[in-house]
């Protein structure tokens, strides 16, 4: 294992065990202090805004839900693969333009009201929460992230951004990578290329550091 990934790792769980309790603030405590609602667009806006240069970066080491996902929601899930359906172009953005649209919707009905914009935030974070936990449990912890609205946004804008690259002649075919990788990607398939071209990537570094033979990097 690489000691310099093996550290990157250990930080990453570090600070998704930090991160993952705002879930619970906000969805416990949201409903009655709307200010913590607006804990939502910061999230949004911060994973839009580090898509440009690296990609979905955000969704796979800084967002709150799915450091819960990750970090807990993993212990209890059957843990099957991410259906297809889900990763479909289609489908994603016929989700991101329904929840969005929602969301704006309900915004409109009081647009001058700080705490009815809070607690829109609060709802749709309480309502998808609540669908990525069954979906979670049932399928896969990452399941709903395959068609998460800005993780769609996140893989649209630079899901290209710094690609995961394989040395094909250190490559044993262990698949380690993969068991590794929290959002089930076939990273295997793309070793006749030597990059990894999943948008959906989330740079965790993850099968980087679980790959006996150093043979994945992000350098260029």
């Known amino acids: 294992m690489a000691v310099p990934e093996a550290r990157i790792t250990v930080r990453r769980r570090r600070i998704q065990n930090a991160l993952w309790p705002i879930v619970f603030i906000v969805i416990g405590l949201g409903w009655k202090y ?18 440009f240069s690296h990609g979905r970066y955000v969704c796979g080491n800084l967002c709150p ?16 693969h991410i259906p297809s359906a889900f990763r479909n172009t289609w489908f994603r953005v016929i989700v ?3 929840l969005m649209g929602f969301m704006v919707y309900r915004i409109a009905q009081d647009p001058a009201s700080w705490r009815h914009w809070g607690r829109v935030f609060w709802l749709m974070c309480a309502v998808t929460t609540g669908i990525g936990v069954v ?18 946004l996140q893989s649209f804008i630079g899901g290209r951004k710094r690609p995961l690259r394989i040395d094909p002649a250190l ?11 929290p ?9 006749p290329a030597g990059i990894v071209r999943e948008p ?21």
């Not at 609602?37 to 994973?47: E, N």
């Not at 839900?65 to 099957?80: A, E, M, N, Q, Y």
């Not at 399941?143 to 993780?151: D, K, L, N, Y």
């Not at 965790?204 to 990097?217: F, G």
């Open 34 to 51: 709307p200010l913590l609602g607006f804990v939502v667009p910061i999230v949004m806006i911060t994973g839009i805004a580090g898509s």
């Open 65 to 80: 839900r799915g450091s819960f996902f990750d970090r807990l929601l993993t212990h209890v899930s059957l843990r099957r």
């Open 96 to 98: 991101l333009a329904a």
């Open 135 to 152: 979906l979670g449990i049932a399928i896969h912890p990452r399941a709903w992230c395959s068609f998460c609205p800005i993780g769609t």
């Open 171 to 181: 490559c044993i075919e262990c698949r380690l990578c993969e068991r590794a990788c």
């Open 183 to 191: 959002f089930d990607l076939p990273v295997m398939s793309h070793k």
């Open 200 to 220: 959906d990537c989330l740079r965790c570094s993850e099968c980087v550091a679980a790959c006996p033979k150093q043979a994945l990097s992000f350098r260029e």
